[in-house]
C-alpha cells in the first residue's frame, strides 16, 4: 500500500513539473521571436553608433556610383534626384551614402527598429526619408512595379526565408535601367586558407545557434549565383574580405558587393 502511494504521489509530482516545463516552453516560444527582434534591433543600434572609418570608406565606394543615375521619374529627372528603396533599412546606417534630394522607400519587418530608425533620420533633413513599411522583402507588394531608381540591400539577404523571392521582387520594383546596390556577408569562399571558418559557419547555421542569435541569419549563403541568374541585364560584383576588426565578427569577413542593372 505504501509503496503504491509513493508511486503515486511521485508520478504526479513529475506531471506537475513537466506541465509547468511545457508551460514554462509555450510561454517562450510565443514571446521569443518579439524578443529576439527587440534585442537584435538595440544590438544593431550599438554596433552602428560605433562607426569603424574602414568600412565606412568600403561603404562609400560601393555606392560612389550612386550619384549617376538619372530617375525614370520625370519630375525627379528636373530636381536631379532619384528614388530609392531599401530593404531592411534597420536604423539607417546608409542614409550618410545616399545623395542629397533622395526619396527613400525603406522595408524592414522587425517594428523594434523604428525608433532608431527615426532618430537616425532626424541627422539627414535632405534627405526625404518615409515611414518604415513593416514587411519583408517576399511580401513587398505594396511598392509598385517600376516604381524605384535605385534598390539597396546592406547585410540583409542572409536572414531572407526565400532569396530567389526577394531577387523576383527588386526585379518587379526597379524601373527599366533601374540599380540593384548590394553589399552581403557570405560563405568563406577560399577554403585552402580558411577551411576552418567555413566548418565553424557551417556547424553555427546548421545547429541554429547562429540563425537564433542573429534573427535568422545564415552564415553559410553566398547569394552571388543567385543574384547572377535572377534575370538583371548586368551584374557587376566581387568576393572580398570585409575590413572588420571586431573579433565578435571575424565569421562574417568573406563578403561580396557589385551592382545589378535591369
Not at 565578427?249 to 561580396?256: G, N
Request: glycine share 4%.
Amino acid at each position: 500500500m505504501g509503496d503504491d502511494t509513493s508511486a503515486e504521489s511521485w508520478l504526479s509530482s513529475t506531471a506537475f513539473k513537466l506541465l509547468v516545463l511545457l508551460c514554462v516552453f509555450l510561454i517562450l516560444k510565443k514571446l521569443w521571436p518579439d524578443f529576439r527582434r527587440r534585442y537584435f534591433a538595440a544590438f544593431m543600434s550599438s554596433f552602428s553608433d560605433c562607426k569603424d572609418a574602414k568600412t565606412e570608406e568600403m561603404k562609400k565606394d560601393i555606392f560612389s556610383t550612386i550619384n549617376t543615375v538619372t530617375s525614370h521619374d520625370p519630375e525627379l529627372r528636373k530636381q536631379k534626384a532619384i528614388k530609392i528603396l531599401e530593404i531592411g533599412v534597420g536604423t539607417g546606417t546608409n542614409f550618410a551614402h545616399y545623395p542629397d534630394g533622395t526619396r527613400l522607400v525603406v522595408v524592414d519587418p522587425n517594428p523594434h527598429f523604428k525608433s532608431y530608425y527615426d532618430a537616425n533620420r532626424q541627422k539627414f533633413p535632405k534627405i526625404h526619408s518615409e515611414e518604415i513599411i513593416l514587411t519583408t522583402g517576399e511580401k513587398m507588394d505594396m511598392v509598385k512595379d517600376n516604381s524605384v531608381d535605385v534598390v539597396v540591400t546592406t547585410l540583409v539577404l542572409c536572414t531572407v526565408e526565400d532569396l530567389t523571392k526577394v531577387l523576383q521582387q527588386i526585379l518587379r520594383v526597379l524601373a527599366p535601367g533601374g540599380r540593384f546596390y548590394f553589399f552581403e556577408h557570405i560563405a568563406e569562399f577560399n577554403t585552402e586558407q580558411h577551411g576552418t571558418r567555413r566548418k565553424i559557419q557551417e556547424i553555427l547555421t546548421w545547429t541554429g545557434i547562429w540563425p537564433l542569435l542573429f534573427d535568422g541569419c545564415m552564415l553559410n549563403r553566398d547569394m552571388l549565383a543567385d543574384i547572377q541568374k535572377a534575370g538583371f541585364s548586368k551584374v557587376q560584383a566581387q568576393r572580398f574580405y570585409s575590413p572588420i576588426d571586431h573579433i565578435v565578427f571575424q565569421l562574417v569577413k568573406p563578403s561580396i558587393k557589385g551592382v545589378a542593372e535591369k
